[in-house]
């Protein structure tokens, strides 16, 4: 996405404010129809801790998201189910077949549980299962904290509900000229929760879904 914005004209700075703890999860079963990864965190992790994703649906593999397909794909994983346009949760439980049978769900702790409950409205069983977390940094990195306080970014793009909680926790809301742009409509909840004002939303959850919102926030 960093490099869809830089051709896009924009200078981008990548910082880290958050990082990617493993969960202690239990042998994954190897029954479901389907199994559904809803980040490239969650495919990541699984392909470290030496799993084939393709062996954990008997049906196929499911994704959210186009950067969790590309990661599922570059693994060499046919990904049979992903929505387009809006990839959200929601908008795979609205393509998904109906039940019965089980659905393996690897995601984080902190995961929302929208899909998991339309799934079970469908006649799912759905076992889910944590296998990691998002932390916030003790600390932003040096030299960020007066950046940000003097208004250094024309917008910062929250990708999820965990880099906003970390932007809130390590930053605080940023001056009227900095935009904050949201990765989707969860994201931009999450954001909106936490007191920040979100000025755009990607209108698809990828990298062109990204760049135009950054462009109609800056108007």
């Not at 809803?38 to 393709?54: F, K, N």
């Not at 393996?104 to 702790?109: M, T």
Request: proline fraction near 8%; aromatic fraction near 6%.
């Amino acid at each position: 996405m960093a490099d869809a914005l830089r051709a896009a004209g924009a200078d981008v700075d990548c910082v880290p404010l958050t990082e990617t703890v493993i969960e202690r999860f239990p042998r994954l079963p190897r029954d479901a129809n389907w199994v559904i990864f809803t980040s490239p965190t969650a495919v990541q992790v699984l392909l470290d801790q030496g799993y084939d994703p393709a062996a954990l649906g008997r049906s196929g593999v499911a994704a959210v998201g186009s950067a969790t397909r590309r990661a599922l794909e570059d693994a060499g994983v046919r990904v049979a189910l992903s929505p387009t346009g809006s990839m959200t949760a929601e908008s795979l439980a609205a393509i998904f077949p109906s039940g019965p049978g089980r659905v393996l769900l690897p995601c984080s702790a902190l995961a929302k549980p929208t899909l998991a409950k339309a799934l079970r409205a469908k006649d799912w069983t759905v076992v889910s299962i944590p296998t990691y977390t998002t932390q916030t940094l003790s600390d932003a990195p040096a030299g960020l904290h007066e950046a940000w306080r003097r208004g250094f970014y024309d917008a910062v793009a929250l990708t999820s509900g965990s880099i906003a909680q970390a932007v809130s926790t390590l930053l605080g809301p940023p001056p009227e000229r900095t935009r904050i742009v949201a990765f989707g409509s969860p994201t931009a909840a999450a954001a909106s929760d936490l007191g920040l004002r979100v000025d755009a939303v990607a209108p698809t959850q990828d990298a062109s879904g990204l760049v135009a919102a950054v462009i109609a926030a800056l108007g």
